[in-house]
């Protein structure tokens, strides 16, 4: 599985943003919609099995995000 998240999923506060930021999950309308998809993403990704991290196979990251 190959993925890419995008930088503008955060709840409003501090920027910059980084990893550990919140997604924007009181976010409606269609922002809404977008939000779900990454989080559904990133969810998927942390959930496997392995992963390959330049140029090594190791354990993802155990926990999902919300």
Do not use: H
């Amino acid at each position: 599985m190959v993925a890419q998240s995008i930088a503008w999923a955060y709840a409003p506060g501090n920027e910059p943003q980084t990893e550990e930021s919140p997604f924007d999950l009181k976010a409606e309308g269609p922002r809404a919609l977008t939000i779900a998809g990454v989080l559904a993403l990133e969810n998927a990704v942390l959930s496997a099995r392995a992963c390959y991290v330049i140029g090594t196979i190791q354990p993802c990251r155990s926990s999902a995000r919300a």
